[in-house]
T-cell receptor
Framework: QKEVEQDPGPLSVPEGAIVSLNCTYS??????FMWYRQYSRKGPELLMY????GNKEDGRFTAQVDKSSKYISLFIRDSQPSDSATYLC??????????????FGTGTRLLVSP | GAVVSQHPSRVICKSGTSVKIECRSL??????MFWYRQFPKQSLMLMAT?????????EQGVEKDKFLINHASLTLSTLTVTSAHPEDSSFYIC??????????FGPGTRLTVL
């Protein structure tokens, strides 16, 4: 079993739809959760960074973390064609020896049609 | 957010030659930088962690003599692919760690070895 599971998609939605992207994880030591957006042939761009369970909102994006279920989500409201990209979840633990490396999901490819 | 640059963005070389890729943090100092490799439609695979002024830490299975990493300053890390072969063709992405503990990615370098 992978540490982080993410449906690769593609997920196709019409413009204006609410998009829900999800990841599940197995390592209860993960404490920090991130969502990155990656356009084709580009590096990942940090969208959201969360620590605690609950919701965090930034514009059209809402990140949700449920540590009890080991489940995180990213919601995109009023989706636009420019949101078409691959969305990667990433997470890491809180190490007592310093930095912990990120563990990535495989990424979900999102296609928003006009 | 913080900006990380990579140079070159694309390189084509002959088999047997060495290629150097530069990663720079433009508006912050990064004591830690990371090098990833990404194959088409796959997630990022961490190759090594680079700390300023010390030797890089390589992930299991990554040949340190083939992928030479130097982190000479707080804003620059380099990856040299030595004696490149066609199987080394890939998308190489660096990231830099900014305080308090966030990774920002470069735009990536596409390496093609003929």
């Amino acid at each position: 079993q992978k540490e982080v599971e993410q449906d690769p998609g593609p997920l196709s939605v019409p413009e204006g739809a609410i998009v829900s992207l999800n990841c599940t994880y197995s390592n209860s030591a993960f404490q920090y959760f991130m969502w990155y957006r990656q356009y084709s042939r580009k590096g990942p761009e940090l969208l959201m960074y969360t620590y605690s369970s609950g919701n965090k909102e930034d514009g059209r994006f809402t990140a949700q973390v449920d540590k009890s279920s080991k489940y995180i989500s990213l919601f995109i409201r009023d989706s636009q064609p420019s949101d078409s990209a691959t969305y990667l979840c990433a997470m890491k633990g809180l190490g007592n020896t310093g930095f912990q490396k990120l563990v990535f999901g495989t990424g979900t490819r999102l296609l928003v049609s006009p | 957010g913080a900006v990380v640059s990579q140079h070159p963005s694309r390189v084509i070389c002959k088999s047997g030659t060495s290629v150097k890729i530069e990663c720079r943090s433009l508006d912050f100092q990064a004591t830690t930088m990371f090098w990833y490799r990404q194959f088409p439609k796959q997630s990022l695979m961490l190759m090594a962690t680079s700390n300023e002024g010390s030797k890089a830490t390589y992930e299991q299975g990554v040949e340190k003599d083939k992928f030479l990493i130097n982190h000479a300053s707080l804003t620059l890390s380099t990856l040299t692919v030595t004696s490149a072969h066609p199987e080394d063709s890939s998308f190489y992405i660096c990231s830099a760690r900014d305080l308090p503990d966030t990774q920002y990615f470069g735009p990536g370098t596409r390496l093609t070895v003929l």
